[in-house]
T-cell receptor, first 112, second 113 residues
């Protein structure tokens, strides 16, 4: 099957860095994404990376892609209480790349 | 304003009844998706549609049905065959593949009693 796996919980102190990890299974995925979900709401795209890239940086966010190990990570620098949410990685796969599959989600809790 | 709308936000049904969840978008997006969200299991893909009058099963399609008669609309029917229908359902749309962002509705929480 096409499982995208993440650890369920992560707790960090405000100001520290957070690293959220994801393992995907479809080596043909061309794009990988990170989405954020606030409580009781839908998801919003944070960033994405093309499969021929190793790293992408966008302000406080750094995405690392290890295609050989099918491992994706999201690093949030200087984590704030407003970053507390569920973070999902996702991949585009299938014919035309239109099948969008999400991971299990990681709940990030930021403590003072 | 452009967006994607799901209705209703909360829905209660008796066991054995079919129920249809609405999803409408005015973003002119080609692709639309239905996901189910359960605690600890993330988002699981039920059905998706890449174009009008075409749709594909996702990973957990059993007990669900969809239609895509109009570009703007992608209703999901939860049938009585779905063994565990109580969940939070999310609809999404996006322009196409690649870098295009998926936009999500606010979700429908279905409770079957």
């Amino acid at each position: 099957g096409e499982d995208v796996e993440q650890s369920l919980f992560l707790s960090v102190r405000e100001g520290d860095s957070s690293v959220i990890n994801c393992t995907y299974t479809d080596s043909s995925s061309t794009y990988l994404y990170w989405y954020k979900q606030e409580p009781g709401a839908g998801l919003q795209l944070l960033t994405y990376i093309f499969s021929n890239m190793d790293m992408k940086q966008d302000q406080r966010l750094t995405v690392l892609l290890n295609k050989k190990d099918k491992h994706l990570s999201l690093r949030i620098a200087d984590t704030q209480t407003g970053d507390s949410a569920i973070y999902f990685c996702a991949e585009s796969m299938g014919k035309g790349g239109n099948k969008l599959t999400f991971g299990t989600g990681t709940q990030l809790k930021v403590e003072l | 304003d452009g967006g994607i709308t799901q209705s209703p936000k909360y829905l209660f049904r008796k066991e054995g009844q079919n129920v249809t969840l609405s999803c409408e978008q005015n973003l002119n997006h080609d692709a639309m998706y239905w996901y189910r969200q359960d605690p600890g299991q993330g988002l699981r893909l039920i059905y998706y549609s890449q174009i009008v009058n075409d749709f594909q099963k996702g990973d957990i399609a059993e007990g669900y049905s969809v239609s895509r008669e109009k570009k703007e609309s992608f209703p999901l029917t939860v049938t009585s065959a779905q063994k565990n229908p109580t969940a939070f359902y999310l609809c999404a749309s996006r322009k196409g593949q690649g870098t295009s962002e998926a936009f999500f509705g606010q979700g429908t929480r279905l409770t079957v009693v």
